[in-house]
């Protein structure tokens, strides 16, 4: 069942998979950029339409699954029913489990929230802040802001415009053309450390330590109120919204969505917001975002998920307006990818690298200080 367990319940074991290079990458281009932490926010108010197919009269029945690997070329099974969960496949306009049987006349349509696009990439001279980088990889720290890669309404600009520019010959996983050097992303909103690769050799080891969840990262992140305990696990599915396609929802029941672990840790209380610790064992969409919200302690400021009104504190408008002030330093989701641990895939060796709390952020924690130190 899920849970929000104390952490005296124990640290949950990882798992590790042992696959064959050719399946390894087939399952690549199902997992990759939607399991990796946060996706590009989008802001068109319907899906685009891809597929639409009409159930022959005479059809018989069959598990919606099959019935759609037989008429998608180049799309795996696992690939589908990934689809199914996060709700991009629906039969006659309605959400359907990859358990739906096709009916004669169904209309099942297959969409997603970006429109076909063009996977050519414009390089772009923009400044890059590299943490590290050597011959397989860099590390880069990314401002608040800044889209990762092109899509709808975000064509230029992006981190790989200035990556295609800065490097030549950036590898592409497969099944994510138009995203070279990609084995992960963050949201424009949140700041903070990604990892790019520059070989093959390099993207395939990294990417295996995100699908076996070998990956260590820890994000800070304001939040409204203070969690309780203080230290803890969220452990609830998450997936898209049934009602919202361009948010994520906690599905606390397990019937939709796919397994999401949130470590959480307060690290300081502030009375009214408090600085949390995340750590990551899964990496879905938005997943601390969701699972703050779904604690009630929504990120500060976090607009798509409630956090952009005072949740916790006094009705005087001098709070008001202190709050407002702080929303104004911080104009996003107060949310930075703190640090990032991985084993090299040269040397076989495990590193770690951390980073400098963004200035907006660090600003508006000051503020806070000085206001319950006051008050």
Not at 42 to 63: M, N, P, T, Y
Not at 287 to 293: E, L, N
Not at 317 to 329: A, L
Not at 342 to 364: A, C, M, R, Y
Request: charged share 25%; net charge neutral.
């Amino acid at each position: 069942m899920p849970s929000i367990q104390s952490k005296s319940a124990g640290k949950i074991s990882g798992c590790s998979f042992v696959i064959s290079k050719p399946y390894f990458w087939l399952l690549l281009s199902t997992f990759t950029l939607s399991e990796q932490e946060d996706f590009i926010e989008e802001e068109e108010e319907s899906l685009f339409e891809h597929h639409r197919i009409v159930a022959d009269a005479k059809q018989g029945l069959i598990r919606i699954d099959k019935f759609l690997m037989d008429r998608l070329p180049n799309v795996t099974r696992t690939k589908i029913q990934n689809g199914i969960h996060e709700g991009f496949v629906k039969v006659n306009d309605e959400a359907i489990k990859p358990s739906y049987k096709v009916h004669p006349h169904d209309v099942i349509t297959v969409a997603f929230p970006e429109p076909p696009r063009d996977t050519d990439i414009i390089p772009e001279n923009i400044p890059l802040n590299i943490v590290f980088e050597d011959e397989y990889l860099l590390v880069v720290n990314k401002l608040p802001g800044m889209v990762v890669h092109p899509a709808y309404q975000n064509w230029n600009g992006t981190l790989v415009n200035a990556l295609s520019y800065h490097f030549q010959n950036l590898p592409e996983m497969t099944g994510n053309d138009g995203r070279p050097g990609l084995v992960h992303r963050i949201d424009k909103d949140t700041s903070g450390l990604l990892v790019i690769a520059k070989t093959e050799a390099a993207m395939t080891s990294l990417a295996k330590q995100f699908f076996d969840h070998s990956i260590e990262r820890t994000y800070q992140a304001i939040v409204w109120g203070m969690p309780e305990p203080q230290q803890g696990t969220i452990n609830v599915n998450v997936g898209r919204s049934l009602k919202d396609r361009r948010i994520t929802a906690a599905f606390p029941e397990g019937d939709f969505g796919r397994t999401a672990i949130t470590h959480y840790k307060v690290l300081k209380d502030y009375r009214y917001v408090s600085l949390v610790e995340c750590k990551l064992e899964t990496g879905r969409t938005h997943q601390i975002r969701a699972h703050m919200k779904f604690i009630g302690h929504p990120i500060f400021n976090d607009a798509t998920y409630g956090g952009n009104e005072p949740l916790k504190g006094m009705v005087f408008s001098k709070y008001k307006q202190f709050v407002d002030n702080c929303f104004k330093i911080i104009p996003r989701q107060a949310l930075h990818a703190k640090t990032l641990g991985f084993i090299h895939p040269g040397t076989n060796k495990f590193i770690q690298f951390d980073s400098e709390l963004p200035t907006d952020f660090k600003e508006v924690i000051d503020k806070w200080e000085n206001y319950v130190k006051y008050t």
